[in-house]
């Protein structure tokens, strides 16, 4: 069974920064695209950004310029830097993965708040 933790969540004023983590419990299992979802109160899930295992990346026109996404494959980590935040980045935002031969796995989100 595949998990994907993740953390770095918080409470954070605009214009500060936040990283986020999330590793995957795949041993013994290849992992293709990687990204960030998130989904604010009362809207559907989107994508912030992604990444494919030989580092080619998708953000979303929103986070252009502020967030950056990142992975070690050796650690089976993904990661989103967010620079700049604004209120409306605040929402749940929730990994995935694309396990080889398995599937696409969520983590369980973690909260970003921007506010003053």
């Known amino acids: 069974q595949v998990q994907l933790v993740e953390s770095g969540g918080g409470l954070v004023q605009p214009g500060g920064s936040l990283r986020l983590s999330c590793a995957a419990s795949?041993?013994?299992?290849?992992?293709?695209?990687m990204g960030w979802y998130r989904q604010a109160p009362g809207k559907q899930r989107e994508l912030v950004a992604e990444?494919?295992?030989?580092?080619?990346?998708n953000y979303a026109d929103s986070v252009k310029g502020r967030f950056i996404v990142s992975r070690d494959n050796a650690k089976k980590t993904v990661y989103l830097q967010m620079n700049n935040l604004k209120p409306d980045d605040t929402a749940v935002y929730y990994c995935?993965?694309?396990?080889?031969?398995?599937?696409?796995?969520w983590g369980q989100g973690t909260q970003v708040t921007v506010s003053s």
């Open positions: 990444i494919t295992r030989s580092g080619d990346t």
């Open positions: 995935k993965a694309a396990i080889v031969f398995q599937g696409d796995y």
């Open positions: 795949a041993t013994f299992y290849r992992i293709n695209n």
